[in-house]
């Protein structure tokens, strides 16, 4: 997982540097182009690989339309409403009670383990009231590993590998990277 992310990571880096220096020489270099970290450190190892090349092609600092390109943005609220993925962070629960207006109560299932489970033959109403109590397969030992071990959840993973992904995708983004490290009650 840590290998994917830093190979998207990067992917997508190098892809916006690409399209923003395109857009630069559409457009013009970002206003404080000159003086900046581009002009004053060409060989900044925070610049995109595709950056430094076309710089050295040029023989000066290759304009850029943007002075960053890339965060990984808090999407918590923004992925319920999609129905998307919650970025780089594991699923918090594989089902649990979402509470609505005037105080309802609906369940809410990970749609790609009902998928799963349904398909392989282990959906029950009783393993979700057991979900909807402990929001994660670790301690049901029932289920066969290979699901317990890919349908992890955010408690069921270490802060240290919490950290390893964050730190996967910063070592490709120019900004911020938004994630939660989930720490159990004892620490």
Known sequence: AFLLARTLMRFVKEASWQASMELA????PF????GSLFTTHPDHPY??????????RLGRPAPIRNATLTTLA?????????????GIEPLFSLAFHRQV????KLVEIHPYFRETAEREGFYSTGLIDRLLQEGTLR???DLPDRWRRL?????????????KMQAAF????DNAVSKTVNLPHSA
């Open 25 to 28: 020489r559409e457009r013009g």
């Open 31 to 34: 206003p404080n182009f000159e």
């Open 47 to 56: 610049f995109a690989t595709v950056w430094r090349e076309e710089t050295r």
């Open 74 to 86: 808090p999407t918590g609220t923004i992925s319920i409403i999609a129905g998307a993925s919650g």
């Open 101 to 104: 207006l005037e105080g309802e």
């Open 139 to 141: 301690d049901i030992p």
């Open 151 to 163: 349908f992890l959840c955010a408690h069921d993973i270490g802060p240290e590998h919490h950290l």
């Open 170 to 173: 910063q070592e490709f983004c």
